[in-house]
């Protein structure tokens, strides 16, 4: 047995597979025992996914193994799933095992945040993972098939789609982009396909540049999407939701697109968390345990003016980077780095040529918009698999 | 108003479409009015449709466009469906109009026969539409993506074929083929895919050469096939279904592919039915109404040693081309012509590459039967539509 200190990083998504990726190259040999542990043996492109859910592009193109992201001669990888979190044992239960840490990293993926609606976990489905977006591509296909077969049932032809947030507008552009392929796959009519993107709050893509919102919405809407913005989801259930004032909308096809929580085996651990997220440290440390820091979904942090961040792919990645260094820092008794984000920008998809982006100061619409998206996807591509992954997987954004 | 006569045509299935071509070939201008009805504009191959709703064909290749067959000069088409016949006042009430005829030809297609089978008419699908096999195809990809996300429902990954007749056999073994690659696209362990063919019937292929259903068998079995002969199902649920001694097998697809009956519109115009298919007459007219015929899945004849014969795609062509016969035939006042049924073979596909047949008086088995398959696929194309419809559609067989 090793005297070397260890680190075990749960989950490889944005934050934890950077945390890796970085320990991997700052770590002397021997400096430290790295594992990384995962449900699946992939990562995947959160940010990707509505295409493959949508169906516009393929499930492939939104992953890449793990083995050709790390070192497996520096890291050591192990596919299981977290089942407990013991903090004061040091250990991480594991569906088939357990692993003992003297620093951990929780990157674990969050989960849908529903607000108590009554029936949303039951009913609809969400874009958080490859096997969550395969159901509903398979889901939306299998619904055109059975209306030819039942073609009094136009909710089959009905999608809903909770929350116009950056996921859901994104997903309604792609999906509204494939509209028209079901449609002649199956002879269907393509004015009987209804795509509702309904919000609570009171403007689509809230926080966002207003001027943007607006050519956004205006994009949309011409690809046939309705919007219901200000408008509040009361109950969904088998046959559909219900609406604002009462108002049904039948529909065989609801996502939930609103709303991201923390793990639950976080506040299973004892840890204290606002709906799921921890208020980390400005290290990224929980507060009062300064050997597990938390990245990703599960890190709650507040922009100077004191509102939280939206926990997104950009922000993951960066406090993967500080966290990694920071650990380290740790490993040599050297000082702690504080967090601080650095906003590169943000760009929405709008389907296929069409987005809308705030970076550099400046707004972005239409087709430089799309670009400029397909340029950070491959940017993330290369800080993560090097201009190898570049090849592999870019030509497909 | 003219005086000719009226000739309606029901359905453009392989009986239907083949009076019809005939029909436009042998009239002389206006010798008669010829309308053709049929549900969808296009005309399909039921003898393709396996590949199609395992997946592992488009549902496109199985069908033409019926404009692209007839010639709408000589050819009156209607695409409706047929709501009621009234043989005393010569007319068939249509969901969206009235046809009168002088000389009616029933042409549409059969409809499942489920041997009072409790639930299969309701939990099971067929092979006997595009729209049908539509349905199954995109339900089988949907259960994949369904277990992933439930991995406890390994119903998911059980499909079950009732029938080992043609239609069944043809289906398990492009069902077969395609597991491989849905296992590869959604992460799925293809060793805990099950598919089960069931028959009720002492054998496979009942009435076909022994040698070669010996050997459809051993190519099925290896391919992953699990064959349960001499066993009734006596039940479908929601569940799956219950076979022979009350086990239960349980699966979220069954698929019936056991048996054919006629359609139900014929025994409601009042006209004698066994089965809901008519036993014509030698010149294949409905006894008593000289100028009702019936070709195809509704038509009942039987062969030298009084058996039925099987309703396929060759005896309804062959119909079909007697019966045009006899319409011009009666037409002229010419004497009727004695409908025979001439053997030209029969061939089953076992999969990619593999096939069982008789034909010319010999057994084929391997890729010479599976050749034969395609040869006789092609032969069809070409008697509908010409070289150019094999150009378009051979390329796919």
Known sequence: MSNIPKIVILGAGYGGI??????????????????????????????????????????ENARVSISKLIDEF??????????????????????????????LVIGL????????????????MNIRSINSVRLIREHIEYQFARYKREPHRTDYLTFVVGGA??????????????????????????????????????????GFDPELVEYAMAVLTKKGVTFRI?????????????VGDNEEIRSATVIWAAGVRGNRLIEEAGIETMRGRVKVDEFLRVPGQ??????????????????????????????????????????????????????????????KGEAVGLAFGKKYKGRVAA????????????????ITLVVRKGKFL
């Open 18 to 59: 950077l945390t890796a990726l970085r320990l991997q190259k700052e770590l002397n040999y021997n400096e430290a025992d790295v594992t990384l542990v995962n449900k699946h043996d992939y990562h995947y492109f959160t940010t990707h996914l509505h295409m493959p859910a949508a169906g516009t592009d393929k499930t």
């Open 109 to 124: 993926g969050g989960e849908p945040e529903t607000f108590g609606i009554p029936g949303m976990l039951e009913h609809a």
């Open 165 to 206: 947030g950056f996921t859901g507008i994104e997903f309604v552009g792609e999906l509204a982009d494939r509209i028209p392929e079901l449609c002649k796959q199956n002879d269907v009519d393509p004015s009987l396909v209804k795509i509702y993107n309904v919000e609570a709050a009171p403007s689509a893509l809230p």
């Open 74 to 103: 520096k890291i050591d990888f192990v596919k299981s799933t977290v089942v407990q979190i013991r903090t004061q044992d040091k250990k991480v239960i594991l569906e088939d095992g357990t692993l003992s840490y003297d620093y």
């Open 290 to 351: 300064e050997n597990i820091y938390v990245v990703g979904d599960n890190s709650l942090m507040f922009n100077p003016e004191g509102r939280p961040y939206p926990p997104t792919a950009q922000i993951a990645m960066q406090q993967g980077v500080v966290c990694a260094h920071n650990l380290v820092a740790s490993i040599r008794n050297q000082p702690q780095k504080k967090f601080e984000f650095k906003n590169k920008g943000t760009v929405a998809s709008l389907g």
């Open 230 to 242: 200000g408008t509040a989801i009361k109950e969904c259930t088998a046959d559909g939701v219900v």
């Open 371 to 386: 670009w400029l998206k397909k340029a950070i996807d491959i940017r993330y591509l290369y800080t993560i698999g090097g």
